[in-house]
């Protein structure tokens, strides 16, 4: 099951052989996909499975609706891959396509974000918490374990604070060290704040704001390359890893 289908997902098969087809010439271990918002980076992939493989496709409503107007996404046979709406704050059982149990457990969350860029000049929900973003909470059903996803988020709110409390293993957004790091590096006009990002650092920052809920372990994802912190000899990945932080790369393994 998949956690976003990002552009580079072929790249991402090719370099993983668990993800490399086990039975015959069109089989594919990939069952599906969960979404965590309708952004290019997190849906483009899914135009790169194949068109006719079962595969189920969880994603808040929000994000639905981009799939349904969009119909490119079309090419995804509806009879073979089943999009199911992520209901927000309950617990659903994970199916694969052919309805059969995963034996796991994912609970969608919003979290304050804003809708897609290209869909900015539709609708203006910026910084709001409706759904246009989500975290994800993945649970194995047998033993109890979970993990937390969270790709994108604008701003740890105390709902969000009290999702996160005394978690095993957290993934979080780690696109930018500060707010203005693009403007500052000359690649982009926009704030982290403006394109749904909190930084690491800062008062306000994720490093800062996490620091107290007693969380296991926590993963900086979605890191972008203005980030100082994938420079292994930076001073920004000295502090992260001295707040406790890891910073994940292509290829890591993690068992809970
Ligand atoms: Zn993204």
């Not at 790169?48 to 994603?59: K, N």
């Not at 973003?133 to 993945?138: D, Q």
């Not at 604070?161 to 982009?188: K, P």
């Not at 296991?216 to 390359?225: A, G, M, V």
Request: glycine residues 10%; contains cysteine; proline residues 7%.
């Amino acid at each position: 099951m998949l956690l976003n289908a990002s552009p580079d997902l072929r790249q991402q098969i090719t370099e993983n052989p668990a993800l490399h087809p086990k039975i015959g010439l069109r089989h594919s271990p990939i069952v599906g996909a969960i979404l965590s918002n309708g952004d290019i980076d997190h849906i483009a992939g899914l135009l790169s499975l194949r068109e006719s493989q079962p595969l189920a496709i969880y994603a808040g409503n929000p994000v639905l609706e981009i799939l349904q107007a969009n119909r490119v996404f079309n090419v995804l046979d509806v009879q073979k891959v089943h999009r199911r709406e992520l209901p927000f704050r309950r617990p659903i059982s994970l199916r694969g396509p052919d309805d059969a149990p995963l034996g796991l457990e994912v609970e969608a969350s919003p979290v304050p974000g804003k809708v897609p860029l290209y869909m900015e000049s539709v609708t203006q929900r910026l910084g709001t918490s409706a759904g246009d973003t989500v975290g994800l909470r993945v649970t194995e059903i047998a033993t109890g374990v979970s993990f937390y996803y969270v790709p994108g988020c604008s701003e740890l709110s105390p709902a969000l604070a009290d999702w996160l409390r005394n978690a095993a293993l957290v993934f979080f957004d780690g696109t930018l060290w500060r707010d203005d790091e693009m403007i500052s590096s000359g690649t982009g006009a926009k704030t982290g704040q403006r394109m749904g990002h909190m930084s690491m650092s800062g008062g306000t920052g994720s490093i800062a704001r996490l620091a107290s809920l007693g969380i296991r372990r926590k993963i900086f994802i979605h890191i972008n390359n203005t980030n100082p912190v994938l420079a292994e000899d930076s001073p920004e990945r000295s502090a992260v890893q001295s707040a406790g932080w890891e910073i994940a790369r292509d290829g890591m393994e993690i068992n809970l």
